[in-house]
Every structure is written in C-alpha cells, then in structure tokens.
C-alpha cells in the first residue's frame, strides 16, 4: 500500500486552492506577514501575485528566532543580527528564509517526503517554472493517505 501511495504524483495529491494559498509580495510590509501568521504556520514569499514567482518562506519558526533573546555564536562572541533586538524589519524579504526546497507536479509523493525529512519541513511548495501551483503540508498528506487508505480496502 505504502509503494503506491509513493507513486502517486505530487500534482495529483497536492493541495490545488492557488487562491487559498498563503502568499505575500516580497516587499510587503511586516504587519501583512504577521496578519498572515494569525491563521497560517507559514506563508509563500512571491516576487509579485500575479506571476507567483517563488522566492521564499516566512514560518512561526522564523518569527520565534527574530522575537527571542539575542543569541550569541559561541566560538566568535558575535551576536546573531537577525533579530528584533538589532534592528527593524519592515518587509517580509528581510525576515523570510529563501530558496525553500520545492517539488514540481511530475515528482512522485516518495520524491516529496524523501526532502521533507531530509530538510526536517512541513510543508513543500510544488513549482513549476519558478511559479506557485501548489503545496504539499505534513496535514494534508496524512489526510490523503488516510483516503488513499480507505479507498484501498474498499477496493
């Protein structure tokens, strides 16, 4: 059963609600970033909506390391710049992390968990031609798997 469930393409389990998606422009301004956060774990960092060109990721993760204490790398006794106590953010491209790790619709479910745990994510945005189409979530693939599942037995 696990075998294929791995074969099945990203494009056919991922989640398709583009306009569902949580995206921002990189150049939007902190408070949209947190506004987002509210209600998402993560949010997409495009180059602009219309052409959904993927640049980045902003998750809680990140917010909780510019909100922490200042952090200080041992060996050299310098402090980590990236945070609150440095300095302001104003735009969403200062804060999020970039180049995420990706998929594209052809890659199979296998392909998509393989980078998954290797990069310890949760969620994996599926791109084709730098845009956009979709994501892959931890949530959503333990829903499909249950349907896949259901839909087996029954079979």
């Not at 791995?6 to 949580?22: T, Y």
């Not at 917010?63 to 200080?72: A, V, W």
């Not at 052809?106 to 599926?126: C, F, G, S, T, Y």
């Amino acid at each position: 059963m696990i075998p294929e469930f791995h074969e099945i393409p990203a494009k056919d389990i991922m989640d398709k609600r583009v306009w569902d998606l949580p995206l921002i422009e990189k150049d939007a301004s902190i408070n949209s970033v947190l506004s987002i956060l509210t209600e998402s774990d993560h949010v997409w960092v495009v180059e602009s909506k219309e052409s959904r060109t993927l640049v980045g990721i902003i998750t809680e993760h990140d917010i909780l390391n510019i909100f922490s204490p200042t952090k200080k790398v041992s060996y050299f006794g310098v402090p980590d710049k990236k945070s609150l106590h440095y300095e302001t953010f104003e735009k969403a491209e200062q804060i999020m992390s970039i180049n995420p790790v990706r998929c594209e619709p052809d890659d199979k479910v296998e392909d998509a968990l393989n980078n998954m745990v290797r990069h310890r994510i949760r969620r994996i945005p599926v791109v084709e031609n730098d845009k956009i189409i979709g994501e892959i979530t931890l949530h959503h693939l333990i829903g499909k798997f249950y349907a896949f599942i259901k839909t087996s037995i029954k079979k």
